[in-house]
């Protein structure tokens, strides 16, 4: 039941939407900038520099949306055997997670695109 009282209530849950919103604004933000042609110096030497930076970021965006899935698996299961009795908790949860794995995917299909354009250019 702890996966139950860690929803709260559902200003949580948009401040956790907002926020994944805001990272895959400027991520989006950070591929545009790669198509610039004086931004690809800029990128590149911090990218080297800090391995962690992205790469951290990303995990714990990916981890996010993970233990948003497990909270919405939890609620789904609990109304299922009838332990939790809010319906509007459970569809809550399992609007949150539905938004932030549409969220993920779209910020892995921009990360194809550019790996794409990338690959694509000439050396």
Do not use: C, W
Request: glycine share 14%; net charge neutral; no cysteine.
């Amino acid at each position: 039941m702890s996966g139950i009282g860690g929803i709260g209530g559902g200003a949580g849950g948009i401040q956790q939407i907002i926020a994944l919103r805001q990272q895959i604004i400027d991520r989006s933000q950070l591929l545009q900038n790669l198509h610039a042609p004086d931004a690809t110096a800029q990128v590149s030497a911090p990218t080297t520099g800090s391995t962690g930076g992205f790469t951290g970021a990303l995990k714990s965006a990916l981890d996010g949306v993970q233990s948003t899935q497990a909270k919405a698996e939890t609620l789904t299961d609990g109304y299922e055997k009838g332990q939790v009795m809010d319906v509007a908790k459970v569809m809550l949860a399992r609007q949150e997670a539905g938004v932030a794995f549409e969220a993920t995917l779209q910020v892995r299909n921009k990360l194809i695109s550019a790996y794409q354009d990338i690959m694509r250019m000439g050396v």
